[in-house]
């Protein structure tokens, strides 16, 4: 057998990439040709689709007085328009620091996220926060679908955005992804090198989440292997379900009333998104939550494949007492190179670094990406 050599190779997978292959027909037809290009060269173009945003304050956090604000779009990879809230330094001059902010896992920009880019704003960092695909005042459809692919691209996305806006210096981004988008973070920092410098705080990896349950350091890989595919089962019978009612059901959000037995991060979670401390109309958690087959993708692809490879600044914060804790301390161990670090906040449940501003060290974080976007 006649092994291709490289140089082959590579021009056959850019005519697969390039449509190349598609076009080869077409000799001789120099109309035909030219109506195709023109047809391609349409559907290349970047649309923004126009999104119906709240102007009001409507966080959970109060504004601050330090910090600029206003709403912004952009554009994902996939055609998906992304709604953020921008927080910049009042009367800032010449091109800043910049840094994109999503996450908890189901919340909104209105939650968590946007407390932390008000923070980092108040330090000096031009940051957005963003709702993901699918979610909050985001586009997409079908609604509260997670996909691991769409919501990493969503980092690069927003990468995307603070790289062509003239306040904000290209060379000089990072992001912050909080719980299960602090694994997504990841993801983006081992694909996407503009990114110079990441913060998971209070991270979980939502694959390795959605295919082994909670705690499997305590489970044997055969009854890893019997619940995943009990739990295939019931995701794909639930597919067969969604198609014949014409809607897809959700998975519910955060658990409502709350068991006297639930267990105590379960408590956590109400504590925060179903109370005045949290809760907000277009959450998911506080409200009816994901799509419920959205756990077949994160169960069959996993994140973090490569996050041994990256090789810019990372930061992993986590509470001495939450839950999750190992998720952070594992995905920290996979890190390699000298400019990783891992912080544990002592005392600290994982909800605490939702918007425990005694608990969350803004000011570590501040210090990050000074010493690290330059």
């Known amino acids: ?20 292959v598609g076009v080869l027909p077409i000799h001789g ?13 349409g559907d290349r ?13 409507d966080k959970v956090f109060p504004k601050s007085e330090k910090v600029e604000h206003r709403k912004v779009t952009f554009v ?9 809230d921008l927080y910049a330094p009042k009367n800032a001059q010449g091109r800043l620091p910049a840094i994109a902010v999503s996450g908890p896992f189901g919340a909104v920009k209105e939650q968590s996220s946007g407390l932390y880019a008000q923070e980092m704003a108040e330090r000096g960092f031009l940051a957005i926060a963003f709702d993901p695909s699918f979610t909050g005042e985001s586009g997409g459809t079908p609604r509260y679908v997670a996909s691991p692919d769409i919501n990493t691209e969503d980092f690069s996305a927003a990468v995307d955005f603070l790289s062509v806006q003239d306040n904000v210096d290209p060379e000089r981004i990072g992001i912050i992804g909080i719980c299960g988008w602090g694994g997504m973070a990841l993801n983006a920092a081992a694909i996407d090198t503009r990114i110079k410098a990441t913060v998971a705080s209070t991270m979980y990896d939502m694959s390795r989440v959605m295919a082994n349950g909670y705690f499997d ?17 019931a ?30 991060f379960v408590k956590d979670y109400y504590a925060y998104y179903k109370t005045e401390r949290g809760y907000h109309p277009r959450s998911l958690n506080s409200n009816g939550g994901w799509n419920q087959t959205s756990a077949l993708s994160f169960m069959n692809m996993p994140i973090l494949a490569y996050s041994d490879e990256i090789q810019s600044a990372v930061l992993v914060i986590h509470g001495e007492k939450a839950h999750s804790r190992y998720f952070g301390e594992d ?12 912080m544990i906040i002592p005392g600290a ?15 570590k974080l501040a210090a990050f990406f000074k010493e690290n976007l330059r």
Not at 217 to 233: F, P
Not at 349 to 363: A, E, G, R, T, V
């Open 1 to 20: 057998m006649k092994i291709w050599g490289k140089k082959k190779a590579a021009f056959v997978l850019a005519a697969l990439l390039t449509g190349a």
């Open 29 to 41: 037809n120099a109309e035909a040709a030219n109506m195709v290009s023109s047809e391609r060269t």
């Open 45 to 57: 173009v970047i649309k923004t689709e126009n999104l119906k945003l709240t102007q009001e304050w």
């Open 76 to 84: 994902n990879r996939y055609g998906i328009t992304l709604a953020a």
């Open 217 to 233: 350091h305590d489970k044997d890989v055969e009854t890893l292997k019997k619940e995943r595919q009990a739990n295939r089962k």
């Open 235 to 264: 995701l794909n019978a639930q597919r067969t379900e969604d198609y014949r009612n014409g809607s897809y059901k959700n998975a519910g959000g955060v658990v409502d009333p709350l068991p006297e037995d639930a267990p105590y």
């Open 331 to 342: 995905a920290f161990k996979k890190l390699t190179g000298n400019n990783k670090e891992l």
């Open 349 to 363: 449940s994982h909800i605490d670094l939702y918007d425990n501003k005694d608990k969350i060290p803004f000011d």
